[in-house]
């Protein structure tokens, strides 16, 4: 059984409540392998209208799916201690926090990709080089504007991480 080194009350973000986590060198470890995901994606970055590709930042925040799943289950147990422990507050988050988000979109996103691949299409022949314009679609501004919301959010689960993890 792993070491107790204490206990810590937190609110989540994404208004998911509060948790009372009791840290143990499992969960530190656990909030480590995560913290260096999260603060190393464009997800806890500025992200400024116009800068980068909105698909390309999609899919990087979908890929901590992946790398959460990942994470927990090479911790094993260790990371879920209970509901107020590091695997299923991270489950959470990306389940009532991130999926959300992404469901919308990739969504909206993917509609508008495929009809510009259409029209392009119809327009060039159909070999020719698709290139999507971004700030063509509708929820173009919407989505930068959502986005720095989502960020302060994400940012908030990034000190969250580090708190546990140790990390001043």
Known sequence: M???LCNLNVNLPFGLGGASIEITEGQARVAWALYIEMATRIVTQNLKKGEGSVRESLNSI???FDTTRSVLREAGPDAASGPD???PIAIMILNQGIRPKLVKWHTSLGDFEAGETLRQQKELGSNAK?????PR???YDK????MEDFQSEMKDYLDLLAEIAGIK
């Open 130 to 134: 698709i290139v999507v314009d971004e």
């Open 85 to 87: 422990s590091i695997g």
């Open 143 to 146: 989505f930068y504007e959502e």
């Open 137 to 139: 679609w509708k929820d």
């Open 62 to 64: 979908y890929s901590l």
């Open 2 to 4: 792993a070491l107790k």
